[in-house]
């Protein structure tokens, strides 16, 4: 592919951005909102009906898919998105955060990570060079630097230590990637919610100098209100004119709050992982599927929602399908949530095209009722 990958934006509203990521595989307009493919498949639905839902990149992961079934087997069947039917631009994470949170028997060092894996026990070891060659074997279009994202509650001087480690293995993931044109690799900022932290990361990074720039080390149980404190200052340590990539948010108002503050792509397991457990985001709020009280009602979930979930089927199917334990209440709920979530992103860019941000705000909020709808 000789295309290089290119980030051109087309429009800002105080702070917040809206433009397009143009790839080889595509363009992702933004700010985009990308669906979690973790082992290959975001759960539940068809390719097709991601794309249905107004997806246009979507993620899968260097943990997940070295255990099973591994990147070297996925690459020998034609790379990923062969291996899952998805054509358009996929994003992955490079594993480190995984590791964290899933691997047992870990054990960190300067070179990388050693663990064992949580499928079956066998012995595996992540580095920086190792996470690029498993990115670049699984064909994915843009590549994330090797970090650690320090676990909570940790001390300044832990997640400084953490942050420099970080730092260093972005220079080696840098170094192992080399130049793939209509490939991009994207740095990911650590530091905590300390600024001077975060700014020594921003400057590491730039130095080093990135396709994109993620603000890693967030979503990890700090709270929304410590979150929006770095999101006050951070993307502005990073160039203007690369994407910035806020990772593992979130919810509906951390995604507003997260785009007001000048962040361009996000992700998130929610609207899958609450699809499967019976919890429904619209614009009014949640609605908890289970509850009873929709047992009779034979209205949809949102009048207002276009989805398949929403144009056919009435609350009270949708709760017995739930208690019945059908499969087909997973595949409902998490279109509606992934319909719900790309709604909200297209109406977030236009807003900031439209210059009319703040607006389409008040509005969000106004209408998020507390509580169950
Ligand atoms: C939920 N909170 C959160 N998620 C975070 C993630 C994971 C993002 C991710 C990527 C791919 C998938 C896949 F399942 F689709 F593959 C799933 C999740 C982080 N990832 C890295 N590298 N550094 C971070 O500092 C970091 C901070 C994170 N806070
Ligand atoms: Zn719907």
Request: neutral net charge; glycine residues 10%.
């Amino acid at each position: 592919m000789s295309q290089r990958i290119t980030f051109t934006l087309a429009a800002t509203d105080g702070r917040a951005r809206t433009g397009t990521i143009s790839t080889p595989r595509g363009e992702i307009r933004t700010p985009a909102f990308m669906p979690v493919g973790t082992a290959g498949t975001v759960k539940a639905m068809l390719p097709e009906s991601v794309r249905a839902t107004g997806a246009d990149i979507l993620l899968g992961n260097t943990y997940h898919l070295m255990l099973r079934p591994t990147a070297e087997r996925i690459a020998r069947l034609g790379g990923l998105h062969r291996f899952m039917n998805w054509e358009r631009p996929i994003l992955t994470d490079s594993g480190g955060f995984q590791v964290m949170s899933l691997a047992s028997l870990r054990k960190m060092s300067e070179e990388g990570v050693t663990f064992s894996s949580h499928i079956d026990g066998s012995k595996h070891k992540l580095t920086p060079e190792r996470s690029m060659e498993i990115q670049r074997l699984l064909g994915s279009d843009i590549v994330m630097a090797f970090d650690e994202c320090p676990a909570l509650p940790a001390t300044e001087a832990e997640v400084a230590a953490s942050m420099r480690l970080s730092m260093r293995w972005a220079q080696r993931s840098r170094d192992a990637f080399g130049d793939r044109p209509g490939h991009a690799l994207f740095g990911i900022m650590q530091g905590g919610v300390t600024k001077d932290l975060r700014a020594e990361s921003a400057e590491a990074l730039n130095a080093i100098g990135f396709d994109g720039y993620a603000v890693g080390g967030l979503a990890v149980g700090e709270g929304q209100e410590a979150m929006f404190g770095v999101l006050d200052y951070a993307p502005g340590f990073l160039p203007e004119d690369r994407p910035r990539y806020l990772m593992g948010v979130g919810k509906p108002d951390d995604i507003v709050g997260a785009v007001e503050r000048g962040i361009d792509m996000m992700d998130c397991v929610l609207p899958s992982r609450s699809g499967r457990t019976g919890q429904a985001w619209t614009r009014r709020g949640q609605v908890n599927i289970k509850n009873a009280r929709h047992m009779d009602d034979p209205r949809p979930l949102d009048e207002h929602c276009s989805c398949p979930a929403c144009r056919s089927y009435s609350r009270a199917y949708l709760h017995h399908v739930f208690r019945a334990g059908e499969m087909i209440s997973g595949m409902l709920l998490t279109w509606h949530n992934l319909h719900y979530f790309q709604e909200l992103m297209q109406g977030l860019r236009e807003a900031i095209a439209a210059g009319r941000l703040a607006e389409f705000v008040r509005d969000f909020h106004a209408l998020r009722a507390e509580g169950d709808i």
